[in-house]
């Protein structure tokens, strides 16, 4: 299973190759897969080098040779093809015409590569590196009353707002001149078409995520339960409800709110845990025991042995405390951004941790 701290160093990467966009049809992206032959890439881009030659514009010819050319050399630094086979990235990437500079980008990937790709154009090709950093828990959120419903997706530690919908049922209060059986049988129709509605929306929406562990179902009123336990979900769906859960909201407060309120449903997700790591962290800190916090005085805990776990914000990632907690061994956590807590923590100081011992600096 990949990492956290390794997903988050090949998510940076990927997020700067995201960003770079070819003024031409020069950026070259090669996958080789786990145990192919590294002979046959070499002689597939000298190949390519030649076809290369027939490009019109002379500037866009020269960047792609070259590209191919940089791409070669790199290949000859390898004996054979890594263990999980590479990816590489080369192109111009100057964003002023007719300058050149061109940058090359080699990945051993974390996970085996299964897919053998030649590509030029003028995005890099990311898709099957974005495969190992795509997010395996995948939950399905369904937050409603009679007014609104919102349905969303908790991925990993970050909230997916879909859709947001507003009914027209009306109040318990009978509008006037209408007698209360009618107003009652009218209020029916509509409370049921609107519990359809939003039923139909979110099978559209959780049937095209195969990595749905379960369906959590809240709410601040009773409709909630008539809307899990009615016949309104197809009855796949209905079998991966997993809990219904009481919140005082609904909307993006109500959606914070499930999450909290559905820990120990779950308790195994990495959202989970991190909000009970930092509620441990806060808890420590309010009493002044136990934690540090700010780089100088966490860094002085981790070099004096002291510090059990090191928590970094994912903005603040460093490869050389990475390296210290190794040496220390010092238990790293990256702490997402995506949630309130996360957020709390990245304002306070960005970097702490919990101690081993209690240490006078």
């Not at 701290?5 to 070819?22: M, R, V």
């Not at 990235?89 to 590569?113: D, H, M, R």
């Not at 309130?340 to 600096?361: A, D, H, S, T, V």
Request: glycine share 8%.
């Amino acid at each position: 299973m990949l990492s956290e701290i390794k997903k988050h160093k090949l998510k940076k990467i990927l997020k700067e190759l995201g960003s770079i966009k070819g003024r031409h049809t020069e950026l070259v992206t090669v996958y080789i897969p786990q145990g192919y032959p590294l002979s046959e890439i070499i002689n597939q881009i000298r190949s390519e080098q030649g076809t290369a030659e027939n490009i019109k514009s002379k500037q866009v010819r020269k960047n792609v040779v070259s590209a191919l050319e940089k791409i070669l050399r790199h290949l000859q630094l390898y004996n054979k093809t890594p263990e999980n086979g590479l990816a590489i990235f080369c192109g111009n990437v100057s964003q002023e015409e007719g300058k050149t500079n061109i940058k090359l980008w080699a990945i051993e990937p974390p996970e085996p590569i299964k897919v053998k790709l030649y590509w030029c154009d003028q995005v890099f090709r990311l898709e099957p590196l974005e495969e190992f950093i795509k997010e395996k828990e995948v939950y399905g959120i369904i937050c409603l009353d009679k007014s609104e419903a919102d349905i969303a997706f908790l991925v990993g530690k970050k909230i997916n707002i879909i859709s947001h919908q507003e009914s027209i049922v009306p109040g318990k209060t009978r509008a006037g001149g209408q007698s209360s059986a009618r107003f009652s049988r009218v209020r029916e129709g509509l409370k049921h078409d609107w519990l359809k509605n939003v039923a139909e929306i979110a099978e559209r929406t959780f049937s095209q995520e195969k990595n749905l562990i379960g369906i959590i179902i809240s709410g601040p009123g009773p409709i909630k339960e008539e809307f899990a336990k009615g016949d309104y979900l197809r009855t796949d769906l209905k079998n991966k409800i997993i809990g219904i859960v009481d919140t005082g909201y609904t909307g993006e407060y109500g959606l914070e709110e499930t999450i909290e309120r559905a820990k120990d449903i779950i308790s195994e997700a990495s959202v989970t845990k991190e909000k009970n790591l930092l509620k441990e962290f806060f808890t420590m800190l309010q009493k002044g025991e136990g934690v540090t916090y700010g780089r100088e005085e966490t860094l002085k805990a981790l070099r004096a042995g002291a510090l059990k776990t090191l928590l970094l914000s994912e903005s603040l990632e460093d490869e050389s405390i990475e390296e210290e907690c190794r040496n220390y061994g010092t238990e790293l956590k990256i702490i997402s951004e995506d949630t309130r807590e996360g957020q709390q923590f990245k304002e306070l100081c960005g970097i702490g941790g919990i101690l081993r011992y209690k240490i006078n600096f």
